[in-house]
C-alpha cells in the first residue's frame, strides 16, 4: 500500500498564530513530499517539495520564512504556517513519493481557517 | 514550462455508461509522466492511473483507461460504466522526469453522474 496521513484534518485559528500541519507516510518510506496549496474551485499548486535532511525548494511566490518545511525523518514532514492571516485561509495538502517510482500518493489535507 | 489543460470545467454522464474526460499537455520534455486524480467533496486526492511518456500501450486499471495520443499530447481519462460514486473532481497532472517529478495539474473537471 501506500497510505499518507495528514493531521490536523481541520483547523480554525487566529490571526498572527502559527499552525503546524503533519505529513506522514504509514506503509512506505518517502525521502520526497511535496506540499500543495488548494483555493475553493481551483487547482492544486504547488507550494514546495520537502527532502529529508535538506532544506525544502520552494515554487516561486511562495515565502520561505512564512510556510516553514521540516522533513526531518522518512515518513515524516511538517508544514508550519507562521503568523497566519486570513488569506491563508486554504486547503492544504501534502503528497509522497514511494522510493523512485513517480507516483506521489496524497494524504487527506487540512482545511485551514484563519480568523 | 510544462502546461496541462483539462477543457471541460463540468460533465454529465448517465449511470452505467461511459464517459471521457479530456486533458491536453505541453512540454518539450520528451521523459514525462501522466497522471489522473479523483477528488471527491471531502478532499482527498485519490490516484487513478499513470503513463509513462515511453510506455507502448494505453494504460488501464480496473474501469480507467487512459487514451494516451503522444503525437496530439493528449491523456483522456476514460471511464467505463460509470457509477454514481465516480461523482468527483478529477485532475489531471504532468511530471518532468528531470525536474524532480513534480507535478503540475490541469484545472480539472467536475463529473457528475446521473441516477
Known amino acids: 500500500g501506500a497510505v499518507v496521513s495528514q493531521h490536523p484534518s481541520r483547523v480554525i485559528c487566529k490571526s498572527g498564530t502559527s499552525v503546524k500541519i503533519e505529513c506522514r507516510s504509514l506503509d512506505f518510506q518517502a525521502t520526497t513530499m511535496f506540499w500543495y496549496r488548494q483555493f475553493p474551485k481551483q487547482s492544486l499548486m504547488l507550494m514546495a517539495t520537502s527532502n529529508e535532511g535538506s532544506k525544502a525548494t520552494y515554487e516561486q511566490g511562495v515565502e520561505k520564512d512564512k510556510f516553514l518545511i521540516n522533513h526531518a525523518s522518512l515518513t515524516l514532514s511538517t508544514l508550519t504556517v507562521t503568523s497566519a492571516h486570513p488569506e491563508d485561509s486554504s486547503f492544504y495538502i501534502c503528497s509522497a513519493q514511494k522510493g523512485n517510482q513517480e507516483t506521489q500518493y496524497f494524504g487527506p489535507g487540512t482545511r485551514l481557517l484563519v480568523l | 514550462a510544462q502546461k496541462i489543460t483539462q477543457t471541460q470545467p463540468g460533465m454529465f454522464v448517465q449511470e452505467k455508461e461511459a464517459v471521457t474526460l479530456d486533458c491536453t499537455y505541453d512540454?518539450?520534455?520528451?521523459?514525462?509522466?501522466l497522471f489522473w486524480y479523483k477528488q471527491p467533496s471531502s478532499g482527498e486526492m485519490i490516484f487513478l492511473i499513470y503513463?509513462?511518456?515511453?510506455?507502448?500501450q494505453n494504460a488501464t486499471e480496473g474501469r480507467y483507461s487512459l487514451n494516451f495520443q503522444k503525437a496530439r499530447k493528449s491523456a483522456n481519462l476514460v471511464i467505463s460504466a460509470s457509477q454514481l460514486g465516480d461523482s468527483a473532481m478529477y485532475f489531471c497532472?504532468?511530471?518532468?522526469?528531470?525536474?524532480?517529478?513534480?507535478?503540475?495539474f490541469g484545472g480539472g473537471t467536475r463529473l457528475m453522474v446521473k441516477p
Open positions: 503513463q509513462g511518456s515511453y510506455d507502448q
Open positions: 497532472a504532468m511530471s518532468l522526469n528531470n525536474a524532480g517529478n513534480m507535478l503540475t
Open positions: 512540454t518539450s520534455d520528451p521523459s514525462y509522466g
